[in-house]
Protein backbone atom coordinates (compact mmCIF):
# COMPACT_ATOMS: atom_id res chain seq x y z
CA UNK A 1 0.00 0.00 0.00
CA UNK A 2 1.23 3.51 -0.96
CA UNK A 3 1.95 6.28 1.65
CA UNK A 4 -1.15 8.38 0.04
CA UNK A 5 -3.36 4.84 -0.03
CA UNK A 6 -2.42 4.38 3.76
CA UNK A 7 -3.17 7.90 5.00
CA UNK A 8 -6.67 7.69 2.89
CA UNK A 9 -7.07 4.75 4.81
CA UNK A 10 -6.15 5.78 8.18
CA UNK A 11 -8.20 8.70 7.82
CA UNK A 12 -11.80 6.77 7.07
CA UNK A 13 -11.00 4.51 10.33
CA UNK A 14 -10.19 7.38 12.46
CA UNK A 15 -13.67 9.52 11.14
CA UNK A 16 -15.26 5.78 11.23
CA UNK A 17 -16.32 6.05 7.65
CA UNK A 18 -15.24 2.48 7.00
CA UNK A 19 -16.74 -1.10 8.41
CA UNK A 20 -14.83 -3.49 9.65
CA UNK A 21 -15.43 -5.61 6.24
CA UNK A 22 -14.94 -2.55 4.18
CA UNK A 23 -11.50 -3.01 6.17
CA UNK A 24 -11.14 -6.05 5.75
CA UNK A 25 -12.62 -7.36 2.21
CA UNK A 26 -12.03 -3.78 0.63
CA UNK A 27 -14.14 -1.01 -1.19
CA UNK A 28 -13.74 0.48 -4.46
CA UNK A 29 -15.77 3.18 -3.95
CA UNK A 30 -14.13 4.34 -1.03
CA UNK A 31 -10.51 3.97 -2.34
CA UNK A 32 -9.82 1.30 0.19
CA UNK A 33 -7.51 -1.68 -1.01
CA UNK A 34 -8.28 -5.88 0.25
CA UNK A 35 -6.98 -6.67 3.45
CA UNK A 36 -5.75 -2.98 4.52
CA UNK A 37 -6.42 -3.99 8.36
CA UNK A 38 -3.18 -6.39 7.85
CA UNK A 39 -1.21 -4.09 5.47
CA UNK A 40 -1.62 -1.13 8.46
CA UNK A 41 -1.31 -2.88 11.35
CA UNK A 42 2.23 -4.65 9.71
CA UNK A 43 3.09 -0.95 9.11
CA UNK A 44 2.78 -0.22 12.62
CA UNK A 45 4.42 -2.78 13.97
CA UNK A 46 7.19 -2.91 11.87
CA UNK A 47 7.50 1.13 13.15
CA UNK A 48 7.71 -0.02 16.70
CA UNK A 49 9.68 -2.46 16.42
CA UNK A 50 12.19 -0.51 13.92
CA UNK A 51 11.70 2.13 16.78
CA UNK A 52 12.33 -0.26 19.60
CA UNK A 53 14.62 -3.37 17.90
CA UNK A 54 15.69 -4.66 21.74
CA UNK A 55 11.98 -4.85 22.84
CA UNK A 56 11.39 -9.14 22.88
CA UNK A 57 7.73 -10.70 21.33
CA UNK A 58 6.55 -11.20 24.93
CA UNK A 59 6.86 -7.50 25.76
CA UNK A 60 5.46 -5.58 22.62
CA UNK A 61 2.57 -8.45 22.89
CA UNK A 62 1.16 -6.87 26.11
CA UNK A 63 1.82 -2.89 24.65
CA UNK A 64 -0.89 -0.93 24.75
CA UNK A 65 -2.31 0.99 21.90
CA UNK A 66 -1.12 4.03 22.28
CA UNK A 67 2.80 2.95 22.87
CA UNK A 68 2.77 0.53 19.66
CA UNK A 69 1.42 4.04 18.06
CA UNK A 70 3.85 6.47 19.39
CA UNK A 71 6.01 7.66 16.71
CA UNK A 72 3.74 6.33 13.74
CA UNK A 73 3.55 8.39 10.41
CA UNK A 74 -0.41 8.42 11.08
CA UNK A 75 -0.90 8.34 14.66
CA UNK A 76 -2.59 11.23 14.98
CA UNK A 77 -5.29 9.61 12.89
CA UNK A 78 -5.34 6.85 14.49
CA UNK A 79 -6.14 7.83 18.32
Known amino acids: MDEKTKEHVASLVNNYEST ?3 FV ?3 EQKGIPRWSN ?3 GRDILNNYLKSNP ?3 IAEWTIKENDEILDGYEYQKLLQ
Do not use: K, P
Open 20 to 22: FND
Open 25 to 27: IGN
Open 38 to 40: YIL
Open 54 to 56: GVS
